[in-house]
């Protein structure tokens, strides 16, 4: 019944994490400590695997029905390549 309401409660986090995507990290961290992975580092790889197919999915969605923008969008893309390699450093 745990592992059943977690899987749900990791539901309800993607679907948010989809469409706003503010703190969903700390959100899944939880839900995969309950669930019993206990090291940190396969925490933070997991998180980071479900993100980036939440995020995924979430943009083949808005695409697919048509609610990108995409001249802010193809501003936003490269500004963000920037700010990523000046942030860096």
Sequence with gaps: VLKVALL???????????????????????????MGV???????????????????ESVAVFVWQGLVEWRYAAAMAATAVVGGYVGAR
Excluded: E, P, R, W
């Design 8 to 34: 749900g409660f990791q539901f309800v986090v993607a679907v948010y994490g989809g469409y706003f995507g503010a703190g969903i990290g700390i959100l899944m961290l939880t839900a995969l400590g309950f």
């Design 38 to 56: 206990g090291d940190i580092h396969k925490m933070n790889g997991v998180k980071t695997v479900l993100a980036a197919v939440i995020n995924s």
